[in-house]
């Protein structure tokens, strides 16, 4: 049973997810970089060696993600608004090397009984940036090739 | 539009040309590939993000054992 709900809205992605914990440690989960570095990796088998989290408006974000294997790529963004242990509002973008456009993300954090409601609204990335994302291989190679494929038929 | 130039047939022409072959199994409209590189990249995005989330329970976990270890 998966508690994750991803829904789209025009050109939205909706996420869902219920947390045990209070909103206050969700919320410091998510910009404490001694806590990101440990659950924002993705598949199996990658890190996140630098991890730079300067939660206040106009704080820089750099996550740089390893594979072991010789792959990587980094993330940049800035937070724009925080209503502390409520809401956090960012842009962040991708360099696969070349960076992404601006993905604009909206994380909201309600209490729900004991634990927390997270609701995150991000944009829906384009084509291209879908199968560049896809071709760093987060997933396994044979897929990121046929999306590469794809896109060019 | 481009696919009806070279042939002496007007586009709809070409259109109801193309549908049979596309009832038939024997064209498949670009659309398609588009659909499927959108299921393929939602599929990757619940995976990545299924795996954060569950790492994210065990931070949450460890958060809360240490409170109650100072607090006892």
Known sequence: MSKLTLKTEGDTHVVTRRFAAPPEAVYRAHTDPK??????????GWTMPVCVCEAKPGGKIRYEWKNGKGRGFYLTGEFLELELFGRIVHVERMHLPDPTPDNHIET?????????????????PDAQTRAAVLATGMEHGMEASYVRLEEII | MELAKPFEMTQPAISQHLKVLEDAGLVIR??????????????????????????????????????KGETR
């Open chain 1, 35 to 44: 806590l990101v570095q440990k659950w924002m990796l993705g598949p199996e």
């Open chain 2, 30 to 67: 670009l659309v398609k590939g588009g659909i499927e590189a959108m299921d393929q990249w939602l599929s990757m995005l619940r995976k990545a993000l299924d795996k954060n989330y569950d790492r994210l329970d065990k931070v949450l976990a460890d958060i809360e054992q240490h409170k």
């Open chain 1, 108 to 124: 909201r954090f309600d209490a729900d009984g004991t634990g927390t409601l997270m609701t995150m609204r991000m944009t829906l």
